[in-house]
Structures are given as structure tokens and as C-alpha cells.
């Protein structure tokens, strides 16, 4: 078992920045691969990020790329997701997940075994 607790959230103005943190407790925090999803009112919770158990490979979405970064310090059993010019269709909840399967970065929701409870982020000025 795994629980993720995400923070950092909070509202921030057009072109603004926001470092998402999550912690990890309970199993080996290096057996999993690490995702960031999110979920905007109205729609589907969407793929952001992901990052390898030791961080050696990334991947983003393309409404993303460029702009934000996944990055994990195994010691602090914390993902983290660095967000840079944050603009308004960047509002939802944001959520961290953990990936404990062998194999390729995990795009899909149905690949990842533990979720946070969410942090909101909203752009708005």
C-alpha cells in the first residue's frame, strides 16, 4: 500500500508559476513510477506527466511540454511537478499517482495503482 498526499497548490496569475510537491509514505517509494493527471470541471482527468522509478526518463503531454517538469527525490519520497507559464485551461485538480508495473511510462489512468486525494490549481487573474 501507498499513500500520496500532493501540495502546493493554490491560484496564481496568468504567466505565473506553482511547484507541486507529493510525498509518499508506506512501500518502497523507488518501486513505482511516478504521474501527475489532472482534472479540469467538467472534463476528464487527463494525463500531465510521468517519471521513472529513478528518474531517468520523462514524458509530458503535449499541452504541457515546454512548460512544465516532473522531476523525484527518492531520498524525500516527493514527486514533484515544476509548472511555468500557468494560463487559465491549466485550472483543475492535480493529482499524483503511483505505477508499480514493469515496462514503459504509464499515460493512461488504468496503469497507475495509488492516487492522492488532489490539490486545486487555479490561473486566474
Known amino acids: 500500500q501507498v499513500q500520496l498526499l500532493e501540495s502546493g497548490g493554490g491560484l496564481v496569475q496568468p504567466g505565473g508559476s506553482l511547484r507541486l510537491s507529493c510525498a509518499a509514505s508506506?512501500?518502497?517509494?523507488?518501486?513505482?513510477?511516478m504521474g501527475w493527471f489532472r482534472q479540469a470541471p467538467g472534463k476528464e482527468r487527463e494525463f500531465v506527466a510521468a517519471?521513472?522509478?529513478?528518474?531517468?526518463?520523462?514524458a509530458y503531454s503535449d499541452s504541457v511540454k515546454g512548460r512544465f517538469t516532473i522531476s523525484r527525490d527518492n531520498a524525500k519520497n516527493t514527486v514533484y511537478l515544476q509548472m511555468n507559464s500557468l494560463n487559465p485551461p491549466d485550472t483543475a485538480v492535480y493529482y499524483c499517482?503511483?505505477?508499480?508495473?514493469?515496462?514503459?511510462?504509464?499515460?493512461?489512468?488504468?496503469?497507475?495503482?495509488?492516487w492522492g486525494q488532489g490539490t486545486q490549481v487555479t490561473v486566474s487573474s
Open positions: 499517482a503511483a505505477d508499480g508495473r514493469l515496462g514503459p511510462l504509464g499515460l493512461k489512468e488504468s496503469e497507475y495503482d495509488y
Open positions: 508506506g512501500r518502497t517509494f523507488s518501486m513505482y513510477a
Open positions: 517519471i521513472s522509478k529513478f528518474g531517468s526518463n520523462t
